[in-house]
């Protein structure tokens, strides 16, 4: 038996970093969303119980050190099950590039073994799971619309924001999570993006507030290891986009467009200057049935 199931790429529209906790982690206040950019995986049954990956990208670890190799382990330990699984991953997701690719693997093996292995657990259990694997995992889980506090596994789910075209740029360069919150210093973070006013430029669907409401505390960590992100911010804008930001740590960034007609012009000037350009949707709210 086999079972194919989509993992989407999310974006996070504020991205705020409220202090440095104990344990190492950040506690961050993120808005994220999820786009219509996605991996596909597959998951084949094996009745010899192994557990064994392929991804169609050869430079992603396709052991123990992937996020969806370590879902399926987690929840095989977990709750004892003797079958297992062949994880296949159509990587269409650049990677490492603040779009999540890697956990929302996770959270797509998390959903498609439940129904593979017969499992009938909640999503909110999946969640909870998927907090272990890394702390984007729960959000991957449910898709949609969210607030993601603590370190950012505790959802809140949001309705759909404004329907928008969403160009997304990554430049040819991965950036390591740790290494952009290990160069932010929390207590001098002079700008903290307006968190409230997007809550309500969502709830009232209101496109331009928010463009205006959009903020993420790691884009400076991140523009000085790569100038060229500051590149695309600005080839962005001088192309008319209606709001540009940088995605989670990056290095992709991603301008929000209203009018179809303006959606050409930016993909042209920003196909001459990288390579990894998409033009996407926003997938709205939460939709378990679209995700499973
Ligand atoms: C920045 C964000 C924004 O959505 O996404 P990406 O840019 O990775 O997509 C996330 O906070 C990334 O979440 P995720 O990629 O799951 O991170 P994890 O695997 O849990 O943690 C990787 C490392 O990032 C740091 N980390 C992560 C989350 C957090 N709240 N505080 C942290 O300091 C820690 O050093 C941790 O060891
Ligand atoms: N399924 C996976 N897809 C992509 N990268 C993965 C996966 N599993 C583990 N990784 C590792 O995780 C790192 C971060 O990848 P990714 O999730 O794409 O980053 P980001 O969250 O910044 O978008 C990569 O360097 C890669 O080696």
Redesign the pocket.
């Known amino acids: 038996m086999r079972i194919s199931v989509k993992a989407p790429a999310k974006i996070?529209l504020t991205?705020d970093v409220l202090a440095k906790r104990p344990d190492?982690?950040?506690e961050?206040e993120?808005v994220?969303t999820t786009v219509d950019l996605a991996d596909r995986v597959d998951l084949t049954l094996r009745e010899d119980g192994l557990i064994t990956l392929d991804c169609s990208a050869s430079f992603v670890p396709d052991d123990i050190r992937n996020h969806a190799y370590k879902a399926a382990t987690l929840l095989k330990e977990r709750y004892q099950v003797s079958q297992g699984v062949h994880v296949y991953i159509d990587k269409q997701i650049p990677v490492a590039a603040?779009?999540?690719g890697g956990?929302s693997d996770a959270a797509a093996t998390l959903r498609g073994l439940n129904q593979l292995w017969g499992l009938q657990l909640t999503q909110d259990e999946l969640a909870e799971l998927g907090a272990q694997i890394?702390?984007?995992?729960p959000f991957c889980i449910y898709g949609g619309t969210a607030l993601a506090t603590g370190?950012?596994e505790k959802i809140e789910h949001l309705g759909a924001p404004a329907a928008c075209w969403v160009i997304l740029a990554k430049p040819p360069v991965g950036v390591s999570?740790?290494d952009v919150?290990?160069q932010l210093r929390a207590a001098e973070i002079e700008t903290h993006p307006p968190t409230g006013q997007m809550l309500r430029a969502i709830s009232e669907q209101n496109f331009s507030l928010m463009c205006k409401s959009l903020g993420n505390v790691?884009e400076t960590v991140t523009l000085d290891m790569q100038p060229q992100v500051r590149q695309i911010k600005d080839l962005m804008i001088a192309s008319g986009a209606d709001g540009v930001l940088m995605s989670?740590?990056g290095p992709t960034v991603f301008a929000l467009v209203q009018k179809e007609a303006k959606v050409h012009r930016i993909y042209n000037a920003l196909r001459g200057f990288v390579k990894d350009v998409f033009v996407v949707r926003m997938l709205g709210t939460q939709d378990g049935e679209m995700l499973a």
Do not use: E, K, Q
Not at 134 to 137: I, L, R, T
């Open positions: 996070n991205l190492g982690y950040h961050v993120m994220m603040g779009l999540a956990s890394g702390s984007d995992v370190r950012g999570t740790a919150y290990g790691l989670g740590s």
